[in-house]
Nanobody
Framework: QVQLVESGGGLVQAGGSLRLSCAAS????????MGWYRQAPGKQRELVAT???????NYVDSVKGRFTISGDNDKNTMYLQMDSLKPEDTAVYYC????????????????WGQGTQVTVSS
């Protein structure tokens, strides 16, 4: 099992920056894929960015060039650096850890943090 704790959300003006952190209860190298999702009021949760245990990254088009996902293996922490923030980035941001463990058979896992609010004012 993996516990995930997000931090770093807050209120920022458009054009500003925030860095979100997701602390994991075990080595992030053991997690197949970690990612950030967000959910705005009245909207479905959407993928923002992912990073694999091998370091490959993926971003939704709306944040490419503005957001950067990274991981610190020594601290078991994943980050989302958010620059040039826009009001449409306002949402609750969730950390996710998912993958498969093999122990005679395959056991999928999918864990979520509690979320952190990001509000961007115009």
């Amino acid at each position: 099992q993996v516990q995930l704790v997000e931090s770093g959300g807050g209120l920022v003006q458009a054009g500003g920056s925030l860095r979100l952190s997701c602390a994991a209860s075990r080595s992030i190298l053991s997690i197949n894929v970690m990612g950030w999702y967000r959910q705005a009021p009245g909207k479905q949760r959407e993928l923002v960015a992912t990073i694999t245990s091998g370091g490959s990254t993926n971003y939704v088009d709306s944040v490419k060039g503005r957001f950067t996902i990274s991981g610190d293996n020594d601290k078991n922490t994943m980050y989302l650096q958010m620059d040039s923030l826009k009001p449409e980035d306002t949402a609750v941001y969730y950390c996710n850890a998912r993958g498969v463990i093999y122990s005679g058979t395959y056991y999928p896992y999918d864990y979520w943090g509690q979320g952190t609010q990001v509000t961007v004012s115009s």
